[in-house]
């Protein structure tokens, strides 16, 4: 703004200089202060040019911008002294001036100073060595501008308290991003709702409550039982009706309101009562109560703060409860994958165990070397039986990584199967997070897990090669391996019946448009290939 001020002043200058000039050849009228004063306008407003463009000290700006609105008070009284009577460089200053001081100091300063420049003026253009032929239009013209002066003002003031409203509310969605939860954003988002608008009870019913489903949420100086009884008193202010509306409800007057049921005010007594209806992209997410306003009234300027909160709000939350739900489907998938892998793994392992210790039974008495030789193999049973139930739960503690975190865990992984496989593992991982999106990250996880899971499982490898890529179109993961390997044909049919993990494997490719190509001999290896397809909307984002 400063910027535009300054070069505005170049040009106000060589305006003045222009019609100063012309006046004085015209009319003869010289006085030797005409020229000084210009050349005091122009060393001024350059000044001003210089240390705005040059000098962006804030202390030194600060103390010119205060020390530039007196000086302009001087330069535009001497400018209807010295020409005798209010010209056009006189108003060109003064709207100049009116606009500078309400964009910099808003309606109270505003008045404060163009009041006090009004009086200088007009003791100016009244003294004895001016010829001033009408006091009344000059005085008209002055008070004209004053009055241009206070709607200047008022709309600065405007856009400052708006601008005010708009970084609080930003800052109140940084915060609520920043949040992991859908009930930690929505205690946030009462708690803060509450503090800006100075609110006793403050509460927040989602969508799904809103059709007889639970209704305890979030709030502020009110119970959840308190909330249940008042809910179902509420009439048109209910959170059905008033999505139905989509329009913020204010009432100043709880009791006396005849639009509120008389009900209300009798079981929870309340002064006044704000509904604020969220909504993203026309879908319902939830409703906002403030009750109780400390001032008694909700001003406009509280139902401009609320609605802005409530434009910020609505999308994080919804993207959340997105979020948790897709966690949620992931986290059911896993669950059925362990379930199955158990069955077809653990119990295995357990009906081994309990086939050992029979035989055991049988030979400690006939045959105690066999009888040893069954121990010694009972231990490793036991052994590998402990290592996959470790497996399991790790794997249930970690469903999926979030896109930031998809190459540390991808690594994490790899390192954790080498461990229970006894191989060396050879990493390469290259992926680029712009181009992972949650859902993509969470798949190409779990294929990857699965992949490395079935090298422990079948492969009895020494080595293991472990590589995930990304381009702008195609994610890529490759899982080789030295080991026993398997015919192709056969691991088909296994894979039918629901063996190898490939079947999971399959259905998640397919979800992203991508494939999977497998390459083995039996004692040559095996070679697993999958390549997700990156979305179009994630390429263009990452190309941006």
Known sequence: MERTLADVRIILWLATAVIMTTLWVQNGNYRFWLPLGLFIFLVYSAGMWLIVHYFPNPRLLH??????????????TFIVWATYAPMTPYYLWYVFYVVSIALRYGLQFSIISLSASVILYTISAMSPDNSIVNVPNFLGYTWFLFILAFLFGHMSERQRSYQVRLTVVNELGVALSSLTTSKGIIKHLVSETARLVGSKKCWFIPYQSTEGGDISSASVGISNDEISTLVGSLGDWSPDKVLERGRILVSNNCHRDHLLPADVYKLIPMKSLAVIPLYVR??????????????????GYDIELLELVAAQAAPIIENIKLW???KETAASEERLRIARDLHDDFLQTLSAIKLYLERCRLLIDKDPEKAKSSVDRLNQITTQGLADVRSYLSQLRLMGPEPSKFSEAAEKAAAEAASRGGFIIHTDVDVSESVLTPQLSLTAFQILRELLNNVVKHAEAENVWFKVISDLSILSIEVRDDGTGFDLDEGKRASEKGHLGLV??????????????MESKPGDGTRMRVFLTIPPDEQATDSE
Request: aromatic content about 6%.
């Open 282 to 299: 026309e879908l319902p997410v939830g409703v906002l109560y403030a009750a109780d306003r400390q001032t008694r009234r909700f001003s």
């Open 324 to 326: 948790e739900q897709l």
């Open 504 to 517: 999971g494997i399959e259905e998640r490719v397919k979800e992203h448009n991508g494939e999977i190509c």
């Open 63 to 76: 103390t010119a911008i205060i020390v530039s609105s007196f000086i302009e008070v001087l330069l535009i």
